[in-house]
């Protein structure tokens, strides 16, 4: 025994659903704009992914902004020390305190105390005699004037 197909509506088997003739122009609509809204999200997510990584940027900056302030507060506090004013009057100025021994070496002009001291001579260097070189005879010429 086989299945036999027995339609509800009998004499409507060939009737296809009638659609309105405005179905197609709806449906390219509904496509368009959910294209639309698509697109919009996706411009959106990537406006987003832009922004975030200006702010993470932006932090980096103010880490950065905060160490180095961070620095320069440690800077001034230890160029507003003693450590630092005895360091810089010994140091540069050349300054001596109370008590300190003061060695004057001979074979040197002697500079004054509290005097920074004085910047070495420039080192001659002997040449060997080298006969086409133009810078080595006008140095000889002026040794000669002199």
């Given at each position: 025994m086989g299945l036999v197909r027995v339609p509800i509506n009998p004499g409507s088997q ?133």
């Amino acid at each position: 025994m086989g299945l036999v197909r027995v339609p509800i509506n009998p004499g409507s088997q060939d009737v296809r659903r009638q659609r309105h003739p405005a179905y197609p122009a709806l449906l390219l609509l509904a496509v368009v704009v959910g294209l639309y809204f698509l697109f919009q999200h996706v411009e959106q997510l990537r406006e987003l992914s832009a922004v975030q990584a200006q702010v993470a940027e932006m932090r980096q900056n103010i880490a950065l902004g905060e160490q180095n302030t961070l620095d320069l507060e440690a800077q001034l506090r230890y160029a507003t020390s003693d450590e630092y004013v005895v360091q810089m009057a010994r140091g540069e100025l050349g300054y001596i305190q109370e008590g300190d021994e003061v060695y004057i070496l001979l074979g040197e002009p002697a500079a004054r105390l509290g005097s920074p001291p004085a910047e070495p001579p420039p080192v001659v260097e002997e040449d060997s005699f080298r006969p086409l070189d133009w810078a080595w005879w006008q140095s000889l010429f002026q040794q000669i004037r002199e």
